[in-house]
């Protein structure tokens, strides 16, 4: 069985984002991880591509001070090796096209732990950097709602944790660490024999 033939010819892709608030059109999007999703030789789903990238906040961005407490991301600190994100969603959607053909499918989904936040942010940015999305415009598949049905919890460290899977507090609500960990979670629900 090929990957297009598994959720609807969609091919998914694991997406976090760090910000400096929760509205998407003012704040700014600091961090951003996409890992494309893909299949093993045993037919499993296994993460497959990893892109990370620190952003720059666009202009006129709002940042709110309580965010950047929460996820510690420190905006001014050239070590952050910030890019636009235009580069940043350049590189990723590129990616994301590259595998489309790749595995014959008609379109990626964001796949995301609150997806509808993720992909609120993802859009708001394409749209102020004039890229052509490959991501569904609506649909997400969002591992609260899988978490939930499959072990009875929603908060991502307690489902990763209740699923057998490792986590750390101290690297937690960094991007990419958040976006392996929802990828580990999401292959580990669809992978399980109460899915397949």
């Known amino acids: 069985m090929k990957l297009k033939d598994r959720i609807r010819g969609y091919l998914p892709v694991v997406v976090d984002v760090e910000t400096a608030g929760f509205n998407e059109n003012s704040d700014a999007l600091l961090e951003i991880c996409a890992i494309i999703i893909g299949l093993n030789d045993n037919e499993s789903f296994v993460p497959k591509t990893t892109l990370h990238f620190h ?12 965010a950047l407490k929460f996820n510690g991301i420190d905006v001014d600190n050239p070590f952050r090796l910030a890019v636009s994100e235009k580069e940043a969603l350049n590189e990723i959607f590129s990616c994301i ?13 964001l796949v995301g732990h ?33 978490s939930a049905l499959y072990c009875g919890e929603t908060v991502l460290a307690k489902a990763v944790t209740k699923a057998g899977i490792e986590w750390d507090n101290n690297e937690a609500h960094s991007a990419l660490y958040d976006t392996e960990k929802t990828a580990e979670l999401f292959c580990h629900i669809f992978n399980s024999q109460r899915f397949s």
Request: proline content about 5%; overall charge positive; glycine content about 4%.
């Open 114 to 146: 609150n997806a509808f936040f993720d992909l609120g942010f993802v859009k708001a940015a394409t749209n102020r950097v004039n890229l052509k999305s490959p991501f569904h415009q609506f649909s997400t598949i969002d591992t609260v709602s899988l």
């Open 55 to 66: 952003i720059t906040p666009f202009k006129g961005a709002n940042i709110e001070p309580s």
């Open 97 to 109: 096209n590259k595998c489309l053909l790749e595995e014959q499918c008609t379109r990626s989904i």
